[in-house]
């Protein structure tokens, strides 16, 4: 029987990521919150474009894609609808790696982002070099690597996964007596492995927006509405996924509030998400998981800063000006894809969708 490590047991060095942006999002009146609206409108059609836009995007995006034919979901889903639409552009409102993987699946089509500074603490974290000097210190190891890093780790690793397959790809790995090397977020890996009792090293990187929900507090909250249901993103640290009625990524948590029978739910997951939680289901209450005690302050107070640097000015200048195009090197895009391609054929194979995160 393989030995289970503790994800403290066998840990890269610590890694904090410290800088970020502040959370600022776009304010806007309504008269130029109409024009710009107009533009981008306008826009899509004259470019043959479709703009798919993340969970935790500002509604009037996620308005915008719905309304012109594209898609509001979670990573994986924005890139395969991207290469499933017959659209040539591709205008993606996330973060970067989200940019990265539609291009890696459509290469042949142009691929333009609000704006190309929006990242996530998961990719800063895990520098490719240094992600690859790890790796060489475990050569023994089958490297899976979560959909929230660069094209560049994503080239480097056997697997991707997203936070919906994850315990199942793992499982399976784990099944065939392969060790597992996983990166970048220690919290979704901690998860990962109490649920299969895989064999695996961790690479130390956290998700700033998950790591601030605070398990004492959630604690008290559930306390005060006994009834409601506990939806937990596995980015969040051990002590709150514990307090889980379920544990998913967006579309799963999306999906639990629309079909579980309760009235309130507590969401511990980024507060963009509420515009579609809203919209499938009115009549329920949904409450933002705590983030900090009363006194305390909060940095990104569940919402992401990178994604809020997606917003309806950027994304009529991009359109305007065809500037922000993302570029993936040919040779990092082709090995990337290899990794992408397995998770892509294990949910095949086990005919499911496959639903990413962000996890975003
Ligand atoms: S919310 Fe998503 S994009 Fe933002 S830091 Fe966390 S994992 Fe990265």
């Not at 994503?154 to 919906?164: I, P, Q, Y």
């Not at 790995?173 to 990166?183: D, M, P, S, T, V």
């Not at 507590?266 to 507060?271: E, I, Y």
Request: glycine share 8%.
């Amino acid at each position: 029987m393989s030995k289970v490590q503790s994800v403290e047991a066998e840990a890269a060095p610590v890694r904090f990521f410290r800088e970020q942006p502040f959370t600022a999002s776009e304010q806007l009146g309504a008269g130029e919150r109409e024009r710009l609206m107009g533009r981008i409108r306008e826009q899509l059609r004259a470019q043959d474009a479709v703009l798919v836009a993340h969970y935790y995007t500002a509604p009037d995006l996620q308005i915008l894609a719905d309304e012109t034919g594209g898609i509001v979901s979670d990573s994986l889903e924005m890139a395969r609808f991207g290469y499933e639409h017959p659209g040539r552009t591709v205008v993606v409102a996330g973060v970067r790696f989200m940019g990265e993987t539609a291009k890696i699946l459509s290469p042949e089509k142009r691929v333009l982002m609000p704006d190309l500074e929006a990242t996530c603490s998961l990719d800063l974290g895990c520098p490719p070099d240094e992600f690859a000097a790890f790796c060489d210190q475990h050569p023994d190891r089958t490297v899976v690597v979560y959909a929230n890093t660069s094209a560049a780790v994503k080239a480097r690793a056997d697997w991707v996964v997203t936070s919906s397959i994850a315990v199942d790809v793992i499982r399976h790995l784990h099944e065939r007596g392969e060790k597992i090397l996983w990166a970048p977020d220690k919290h979704l890996g901690g998860y990962v492995q109490q649920q299969t009792g895989a064999d695996m090293v961790f690479w130390d990187g956290a998700c700033i927006v998950h790591e601030e929900f605070k398990a004492i507090e959630l604690d008290k909250v559930r306390a005060e509405h006994p009834d409601a249901r506990i939806l937990v993103h596995p980015e969040s640290p051990a002590g709150v996924v514990a307090q889980a009625d379920v544990v998913g990524s967006t579309s799963q948590l999306l999906k639990a509030v629309q079909t579980m029978d309760a009235q309130t739910f507590v969401v511990a997951t980024d507060a963009g998400i509420f515009h579609k939680m809203r919209e499938a289901a009115p009549d329920k209450t949904l409450l933002e998981a705590p983030t900090a005690g009363r006194s305390a302050t909060c940095s990104s107070c569940a919402h992401c800063p990178w994604m809020a640097m997606n917003g309806l000015r950027s994304l009529a200048g991009t359109l305007e000006t065809g500037a922000n195009e993302i570029h993936v090197d040919p040779g990092v895009a082709e090995q990337a894809l290899v990794s992408l391609g397995r998770m892509l054929e294990f949910g095949r194979s086990r005919q499911r969708t496959v639903e990413g995160a962000g996890d975003a």
